[in-house]
T-cell receptor, first 114, second 117 residues
Framework: ELKVEQNPLFLSMQEEKNYTIYCNYS?????LYWYRQDPGKSLESLFV?????AVKQEGRLMASLDTKARLSTLHITAAVHDLSATYFC??????????????FGKGTHLIIQP | ETGVTQTPRHLVMGMTNKKSLKCEQH?????MYWYKQSAKKPLELMFV???????ENNSVPSRFSPECPNSSHLFLHLHTLQPEDSALYLC????????????????FGPGTRLLVL
């Protein structure tokens, strides 16, 4: 059974600081996703990571993937208040079919304070 | 606008009612999904459809019955639900692996917030 663990689950940080969210998963996967969810809203796709060593950046967010360690990180640089949200990592397990459901972590609730 | 719409956005139903949730995707995808998000558990996959065929049922109770008449529409029929089924039900769509070479991002709809009394 595929398990996905995120930490921390809750993070309160100040603006302009840097921090990292970690995502560990239990079995081999070829795809890892990061999503953002604002309160009362749906999930917004941030990154798709498809191979070992993949790194993607968008603004103040950077995601990386180490498939050997089964670890992905989401790094926040010089945080701003607008980045306050819940961040989820999700992993797709290969089932042999054409479409695979995602297994999600519990999410990291991020609050960025002035 | 995510290209995935869901109706209704909010639903209150009694345990003896029958209702249906509707999802429509305008992205030309051929895979669709139902997920459940409740306060007590992480986002849970419920069902996967690929080219209208159900390919995954994640041990969901039979009081939830999915229907996928075509690649653009997905329904979740609800009957005799329990209060613990109250949650946000999210629909998502994506390209399938055969079309894209690798499965790309799943795009989520806004969800239906369900309250079972």
């Amino acid at each position: 059974e595929l398990k996905v663990e995120q930490n921390p689950l809750f993070l309160s940080m100040q603006e302009e600081k840097n921090y990292t969210i970690y995502c560990n998963y239990s079995t081999t996967s070829d795809r890892l996703y990061w999503y953002r969810q604002d309160p009362g809203k749906s999930l917004e796709s941030l990154f798709v990571l498809l191979s070992n060593g993949a790194v993607k950046q968008e603004g103040r967010l950077m995601a990386s993937l180490d498939t050997k360690a089964r670890l992905s990180t989401l790094h926040i640089t010089a945080a701003v208040h607008d980045l306050s949200a819940t961040y989820f990592c999700a992993v797709a397990a290969w089932t042999g079919g054409g479409a695979d459901g995602l297994t999600f972590g519990k999410g990291t609730h991020l609050i960025i304070q002035p | 606008e995510t290209g995935v719409t869901q109706t209704p956005r909010h639903l209150v139903m009694g345990m003896t009612n029958k209702k249906s949730l509707k999802c429509e995707q305008h992205l030309g995808h051929n895979a669709m999904y139902w997920y459940k998000q409740s306060a007590k558990k992480p986002l849970e996959l419920m069902f996967v459809y690929n080219f209208k065929e159900q390919t995954e049922n994640n041990s969901v109770p039979s009081r939830f019955s999915p229907e996928c008449p075509n690649s653009s529409h997905l329904f979740l029929h609800l009957h005799t639900l329990q209060p613990e089924d109250s949650a946000l039900y999210l629909c998502a769509s994506s390209q399938d692996r055969g079309t894209s070479g690798t499965q790309e991002t799943q795009y989520f709809g806004p969800g239906t917030r369900l309250l079972v009394l």
